[in-house]
């Protein structure tokens, strides 16, 4: 089928509208992670306010900075791609093959050194995209060894979720099938299991972005350069004595 783009751009109006609507959200972990504020308790949390607002702002240009860089590489890369293989040298036909492994690294060397700006800006509540990146100089290799726990941790709540999920569906189901699908206790039971599987997915959910933007809030914390002190800008000092 031909690509509707009329589709296309809903899906992504609807992608960005619902990354917006998680800025709150990713805000509050971003600063748990790094010590900054204790989780707060409740089933609901949702806060707009200036510190959000900003967050909000370095995403869409932490977002639209990193594609085109991508794109502008990609388009020198598809270049220099085209005249290596057009050329007869046979001592340059390797270049090609190994130029795709080359822009992979390049974009996650990249990706590593600019993944604190986000988080930076929504702890200090102040987009300081040099101090980002120079937290990450010289500490690549220990971000890769922390994404690597990261990943490893997430893998193992994929795995606990899907091992409760298929016990709990076989209970359920067992327990209907028993009792009669089209009787009340049946009835009960199969709604009762939708309710069980919503709550756990929606914890297996929050599980996974405590973890991942944990980590991105416990980086910057742990890697924050000397000359930036967690501060914000209503005049709370968070970490230190800061002028705001």
Known sequence: DDLDPVRLVLGCLLSMLAGIAFVPM???LFRVGAGDIQMPGGFFYWQWGARET???LTYLLYVVSLVAIILVIGAVAGVLITVLSATRDLTLNWLPMILPFVLIVLYFWILLRTVLIIPAA???NETNIFAAVKATGGNVFRMIGSLIVVCVLGLL??????IAFFVISLLLGGLSMNVG???TAGMIISNAGIVIM???TVYFYMAIQLISFGWLGGAWAALRPDGVKACSRDGAAEGGVCEV
Do not use: N, P, Q
Not at 157 to 162: E, K, R, T, V
């Open 122 to 124: 929504a702890i200090e």
């Open 198 to 200: 919503a709550g756990m």
């Open 157 to 162: 709540c994929m795995i606990a979720f899907a």
């Open 181 to 183: 699908d089209e009787t």
């Open 54 to 56: 900003r967050t909000m």
């Open 26 to 28: 990713m805000t509050l």
